[in-house]
């Protein structure tokens, strides 16, 4: 086989599951005996979750609830990026994101590992936010996939098998 085999490595997430899960969420914290009274909710607001609630623990709990919606549609919580709950008034906040992507000094990571522990003849270059892999033999490519499976920096997908 003279032609090279390549495969993308990418990192995406599906916004419609985002906003069913954000629905979900914000169903169940309106209905929660728990978060009845603390000002408990979930808003979106273009790029950004924004949780809110009057407590540091209550903030924390309703985080949780997002995050467990997020797992039941099957969205990995290594593209949730949230910070640390603030104090905003009376009130506590929490803001999120979701990361899409691959980010430069994750794909130099990914590059330098696959350069150390993967097989000779495979080649890697960054090509914007996702990596290129290629090499002559598909046994290679699919050691690579293994050997990234295990990467645990970023939630990976792999597309484009030729």
Do not use: C, W
Request: aromatic share 6%; no cysteine.
């Amino acid at each position: 086989m003279a032609s090279e085999s390549t495969f993308d490595v990418v990192s995406k997430v599906d916004k419609q599951e985002v906003a069913n899960a954000l629905h979900q969420a914000q169903k169940e914290v309106a209905q929660r005996y728990d978060f009845k009274g603390v000002g408990a909710e979930i808003d979106f607001s273009g790029e950004k979750i924004l949780l809110k609630a009057n407590s540091e623990e209550r903030v924390k709990a309703v985080m949780d609830v997002f995050e467990s919606k997020l797992i039941k549609r099957g969205i990995s919580l290594k593209s949730l990026d949230a910070g640390e709950p603030y104090a905003s008034g009376k009130e506590y906040r929490l803001e999120a994101g979701i990361v899409e992507g691959i980010a430069q000094d994750v794909a130099k990571k990914i590059n330098k590992l696959i350069r150390e522990e993967g097989p000779k003849g495979v080649k890697s270059t960054i090509q914007g936010d996702e990596l290129r892999v290629s090499s002559k033999s598909r046994d290679d490519l699919q050691e690579v996939m293994a050997l990234l499976r295990k990467f645990d920096e970023a939630d990976l997908q792999f597309v484009n098998l030729r």
